[in-house]
């Protein structure tokens, strides 16, 4: 009955008309609020996927590091149980550690991933290769695959020939004296077999070679190695947490488990928090709004104060006719939010399908990504109502205390 009263006032005629043009100016207010937070949070949400699908192909599933110091060791009993679990469907076992990559006159320090036949199959890096071929070689014939980052830095060139190889240092654990740079470095020439484009964080810090390689030039026997990487049977990133945290228990406190998300947890949490920061700025377009439906109901009390008169004789509570008037708020609310949705989706619909914002040239992809979420659809329309809610039972508040009368 509320909702029927507060139709008729909304679509009747009223005395002046800046009465509805301060109604639907509210109503516009509230589509553009509703359509840029909708825009801001799918693009959001594109660039986390985009992000997250990055961060999938470079990091396995799960990692398995020691809780101390910088070699994982585990026993035969403890392999085997990695090995036997059902939930596990791949382990490759890596060692890492900082180098010094140089070739002429040109050098730089990278991260060198040494990695077993199995790596390929825990992680997607080899889907990445730009140019080349996927081939880190073998113990007494080593190559490498560089970032592009990499490559670009030290002047070698997949596929180009070469009078010299680049050279690998690795520091020397046993050295006595950290002043003789012979002494202090393992060297070894290596061989480029191939390029990887990922993102620039990755491509400009990570080469990777073989396990054996690394292990010999570190010092290190068979079954010593930096971590674990595990690709695991799972439908969900809660299923990998659930699955994670079993195998924590299982190993004990010696080794730190981690799923992909927590080894970069703070890259996630920044993501998250710019989103609800831009969120909350953006929601302040719906604080415009509010103050125009106070504008709109407000005259709207006035225009209808012999109604309201009318409606008390007969018997509306205080309560009642408030209600009205809030219902009269969220009709502005409904009619706003609606048309907001529905434009914000035929945008995000346009720029999925024909790519129409382009982004700057060297990022992943050219144009802005968009992954338009219900729960975020849910959480604008609830925004607005509440915002509607609060602006609206200022002016009802007050009609339904008016004491009016019919004598003229």
């Known amino acids: 009955m509320n909702f029927l009263f507060a139709w008729r006032y909304f679509k009747s005629k009223k005395s002046t008309n800046a009465v509805n043009i301060i109604a639907y100016i509210s109503i516009v207010a509230i589509m553009v609020g509703t359509i840029a937070l909708i825009l801001v949070l799918s693009v959001f949400n594109g660039f986390e996927s985009l992000v997250k699908n990055l961060y999938s192909d470079f990091y396995a599933d799960a990692k398995i590091a020691p809780a101390s110091g910088k070699i994982l060791q585990l026993n035969t009993a403890q392999l085997n149980f990695i090995k036997q679990d059902k939930q596990i469907a791949d382990i490759s076992f890596v060692v890492e550690e900082k180098a010094l990559l140089k070739n002429g006159d040109n050098q730089t320090t990278v991260l060198v991933k040494g990695v077993d036949d199995k790596y390929s199959s825990v992680t997607n890096i080899a889907n990445h290769i730009a140019r080349g071929s996927y081939n880190v070689g073998v113990v007494n014939a080593p190559e490498i695959v560089v970032g592009a980052g990499i490559e670009n830095a030290i002047g070698v060139y997949v596929g180009q020939e070469s009078l010299e190889l680049p050279t690998l240092y690795l520091p020397n654990k046993k050295a006595l004296s950290f002043t003789n740079l012979n002494d202090a470095f393992h060297s070894y020439n290596v061989v480029p077999s191939g390029v990887f484009t990922v993102q620039q964080e990755f491509d400009n810090k990570y080469i990777f070679t073989n396990l054996a390689f690394m292990q010999f030039m570190l010092d290190m026997d068979s079954s010593q190695y930096s971590y674990a990487e595990l690709k695991l049977i799972a439908k969900n990133d809660a299923e990998v947490k659930k699955i994670s945290e079993q195998l924590q228990k299982k190993l004990g406190n010696n080794f730190i488990v981690q799923t992909r998300y927590e080894q970069n947890k703070s890259l996630y949490s920044i993501m998250q928090m710019e989103k609800w920061i831009i969120y909350g700025i953006l929601s302040l377009i719906l604080v415009v709004a509010a103050f125009n439906i106070i504008g709109s ?9 012999k109604d309201v008169a009318i409606l008390k004789a007969m018997g509306a509570s205080d309560n009642a006719v408030k209600n009205i008037f809030i219902s009269n708020g969220f009709i502005l609310a409904f009619i706003g939010s609606g048309f907001g949705v ?19 040239e060297g990022f ?45």
Do not use: H
């Open 364 to 408: 992943v992809i050219d144009y802005y990504p968009v992954e338009m979420r219900i729960q975020d659809i849910i959480l604008v329309i609830i925004t607005v109502f509440l915002v509607s809610f609060i602006a609206s039972y200022i002016p009802a508040s007050k009609a339904g205390k008016q004491k009016l009368s019919l004598k003229s």
């Open 342 to 360: 529905v434009i914000a989706t035929i945008i995000c619909w346009l720029q999925i399908k024909f790519k129409l914002l382009k982004l700057n």
């Open 297 to 305: 109901l407000t005259m709207l009390v006035l225009e209808k104060q």
